[in-house]
C-alpha cells in the first residue's frame, strides 16, 4: 500500500487483532454504527477513522501530517448494571470498561511503523445513543512525513579546472 492511512489502518488492525483477542470485529468506520436498526457488525467490535488532519509544508513539497486516530468500540447491550441488580450481572454488564483498558493499553505510545509517530490518547467519549448499544470513542493523535511528492533530485557531477582543462571529480 501507498497511502499512509491505508498502512496506519492495517498496522492498527493487526495490533489489534493479536493484542485484544476479545474483540471479535475490526473494520473501517463507514458508519456502521449510526444504523437505526441493530447494526451490522459483530460484538464487540472497533471500527478505525482518520479525522481533523492538518498539514505543514516542511520544503520542498514535503509536509507534516498530525490528525486523530478515532476508534469507536462498540458493545452489545448485556444487562443493567444498578446498585439492584446481582453482582454477577453488574460485572458482565461494566465489562466493556476492561475491553476498553485493554484496548487503550494496547494502543497507548504503541508506533504503527517506522515512517509514523506514536499513538497518544487525547480524549474518551461516550457517543449517546436512543437504542442499548454501547459506543465508546477513543482518540489518538499521531503524525508523520510525507515525502511521497518530493521531487526526484539528479546532480551534476563535480567538475575541476586544472590547468586550464575541465575535469571530472568522481
Same mark, same amino acid.
Given at each position: 500500500m501507498n497511502s499512509p492511512f491505508a498502512n496506519i489502518f492495517l498496522a492498527i488492525q493487526q495490533q489489534i487483532k493479536t493484542s485484544v483477542t476479545a474483540i471479535t470485529y475490526i473494520d473501517q468506520d463507514l458508519g456502521q454504527l449510526k444504523s437505526a436498526t441493530r447494526p451490522p457488525v459483530p460484538w464487540p467490535c472497533v471500527l478505525i477513522d482518520f479525522e481533523d488532519f492538518d498539514f505543514?509544508?516542511? /520544503? +520542498?513539497?514535503?509536509?507534516?501530517?498530525?490528525? @486523530?486516530?478515532?476508534?469507536?468500540?462498540?458493545?452489545? =447491550?448485556?444487562?443493567?448494571? +444498578?446498585?439492584?441488580?446481582? @453482582? !454477577?450481572y453488574t460485572q458482565q454488564a461494566l465489562g466493556y470498561y476492561d475491553l476498553e483498558?485493554?484496548?487503550?493499553?494496547?494502543?497507548? /505510545?504503541?508506533? =504503527?511503523?517506522?515512517?509514523?509517530? +506514536?499513538?497518544?490518547? @487525547?480524549? !474518551?467519549?461516550?457517543?449517546?445513543? @436512543?437504542?442499548?448499544? *454501547?459506543?465508546?470513542?477513543? *482518540?489518538? +493523535?499521531?503524525?508523520?512525513?510525507?515525502?511521497?511528492?518530493? =521531487?526526484?533530485?539528479?546532480? !551534476? =557531477?563535480?567538475s575541476l579546472i586544472v590547468n586550464d582543462e575541465i575535469q571530472l571529480v568522481s
Amino acid at each position: 500500500m501507498n497511502s499512509p492511512f491505508a498502512n496506519i489502518f492495517l498496522a492498527i488492525q493487526q495490533q489489534i487483532k493479536t493484542s485484544v483477542t476479545a474483540i471479535t470485529y475490526i473494520d473501517q468506520d463507514l458508519g456502521q454504527l449510526k444504523s437505526a436498526t441493530r447494526p451490522p457488525v459483530p460484538w464487540p467490535c472497533v471500527l478505525i477513522d482518520f479525522e481533523d488532519f492538518d498539514f505543514d509544508n516542511m /520544503g +520542498s513539497n514535503v509536509q507534516t501530517a498530525k490528525g @486523530t486516530v478515532v476508534l469507536r468500540l462498540g458493545f452489545a =447491550p448485556y444487562s443493567n448494571s +444498578s446498585q439492584v441488580t446481582p @453482582t !454477577a450481572y453488574t460485572q458482565q454488564a461494566l465489562g466493556y470498561y476492561d475491553l476498553e483498558w485493554a484496548l487503550h493499553q494496547t494502543m497507548q /505510545g504503541w508506533c =504503527p511503523g517506522t515512517d509514523y509517530g +506514536s499513538l497518544i490518547r @487525547t480524549s !474518551a467519549t461516550t457517543q449517546k445513543r @436512543t437504542d442499548n448499544y *454501547r459506543v465508546r470513542e477513543l *482518540r489518538y +493523535s499521531i503524525a508523520f512525513e510525507d515525502y511521497s511528492t518530493k =521531487p526526484e533530485q539528479s546532480f !551534476a =557531477p563535480a567538475s575541476l579546472i586544472v590547468n586550464d582543462e575541465i575535469q571530472l571529480v568522481s
